[in-house]
């Protein structure tokens, strides 16, 4: 399969709110600060959530193939696709300021992005589902989809 459309976009605000906190509770475990210092399990349960969490959600990558397109957060354990056959419809969607970042059920369907904006709504021809893929690049992603839909 060829890749015709490959674009990454990553979470600025979201890693750097969890890096500084990530280094304010090193800093509080490591020089056992306040009145209360921060014990050795629950510092290492926090750093492995927060770990996680980047490690899941640091990235977002859309690719588009001759035969489907695809959405994958962080290093790829989360992903997502619907195959250009199956595409029904696709349009510009403007994402509301309280849809968050990450993935998230809406009413229009599951949106996964890393920014607010606008999003590529995709509906399914063979399900009433939806799916939102969020871009800064919504107008270049919907032509390059209807190209392929053209050619299937």
Excluded: C
């Excluded at 050795?40 to 959530?49: C, D, E, K, T």
């Excluded at 595409?87 to 300021?97: L, R």
């Excluded at 995709?122 to 050619?151: A, H, M, P, R, Y």
């Amino acid at each position: 399969m060829k890749t015709i459309y490959k674009k990454t976009q990553y979470v600025i605000f979201l890693n750097a709110i969890l890096l500084i906190v990530m280094v304010f509770l090193t800093y509080g475990y490591v020089y056992q600060t306040g009145n209360k210092p921060l014990p050795l399990l629950p510092y290492s349960i926090l750093m492995l959530v927060f770990i996680v969490v980047i490690l899941f959600f640091y990235k977002l990558t859309i690719i588009i193939d001759n035969e489907k397109i695809e959405a994958i957060f962080g290093i790829g354990l989360l992903k997502k696709s619907i195959k250009i056959n199956d595409i029904k419809s696709i349009e510009n969607y403007k994402i509301p300021w309280y849809a968050g970042i990450g993935i998230r059920l809406t009413p229009k369907g599951w949106l996964w992005n890393v920014s607010l904006g606008n999003a590529v709504l995709i509906n399914n021809k063979t399900t009433s589902k939806t799916f939102l893929v969020g871009s800064n690049e919504v107008d270049k992603v919907i032509n390059i989809i209807n190209t392929q839909i053209k050619k299937h």
